[in-house]
């Protein structure tokens, strides 16, 4: 089954330099969404951590993105082929009925470069004011 990792944003802050960014991670056993806010520039960095990837089979990068709720993403090399991993795990920003845990998910779901290299473009074309989105398409566990 499908699976996506989806960012949105208007990139539109109030003067403080945050933008609200939404960011939604489904494959066909999870699902999870996190509001967040995040420098107006956080889009460019995330693209910039994933550009070009996977030089080597071996290799692997770590993002958080986000700093009220947030989405770490790991992406690291299945096999020689270039088949991709991915685990998003999403973090609430505030602990939950009277105790210290905030709410929490974890997914995976697999891709190829090309579909990683699409996520990247569509992050690089955000403009502020417009109605932005980057997805990445890959498969599930």
Same mark, same amino acid.
């Given at each position: 089954?499908?699976?996506? $990792?989806?960012?949105?944003?208007? /990139?539109?802050? &109030? !003067?403080?330099? /945050?933008?609200?960014?939404? #960011? $939604?991670?489904?494959?066909?056993? +999870?699902?999870?969404?996190?509001?967040?806010?995040?420098?107006?520039?956080?889009?460019?960095? /995330?693209?910039?951590?994933?550009?070009?990837?996977?030089?080597?089979?071996?290799?692997?990068?770590?993002?958080?993105? !986000?700093?009220?709720?947030?989405?770490?993403?790991?992406?690291?090399? /299945? %096999?020689?082929?270039?088949? $991709?991993? #991915?685990?998003?795990? +999403?973090? !609430? &920003?505030?602990?939950?009925? %009277?105790?210290?845990?905030?709410?929490?998910?974890?997914?995976?779901?697999?891709?190829?470069?090309?579909?990683? &290299?699409?996520?990247?473009?569509?992050? $690089?074309? +955000?403009?502020?004011?417009?109605?932005?989105?980057?997805?990445?398409?890959?498969?599930?566990?």
């Amino acid at each position: 089954m499908a699976a996506t $990792l989806r960012v949105e944003s208007t /990139l539109e802050h &109030d !003067g403080d330099g /945050l933008a609200r960014f939404k #960011i $939604l991670g489904a494959n066909a056993e +999870f699902s999870a969404c996190i509001g967040t806010w995040a420098q107006a520039n956080e889009h460019l960095k /995330l693209a910039s951590a994933l550009k070009g990837f996977s030089a080597k089979a071996d290799a692997s990068v770590a993002y958080r993105f !986000g700093s009220t709720g947030t989405c770490e993403l790991e992406v690291s090399c /299945l %096999d020689k082929l270039g088949h $991709l991993g #991915i685990w998003a795990t +999403f973090t !609430g &920003d505030w602990p939950v009925a %009277d105790s210290e845990r905030s709410q929490t998910a974890s997914l995976f779901m697999r891709c190829d470069p090309a579909s990683l &290299d699409t996520f990247v473009t569509e992050l $690089l074309r +955000f403009s502020p004011g417009s109605v932005n989105q980057a997805s990445l398409s890959g498969l599930g566990p």
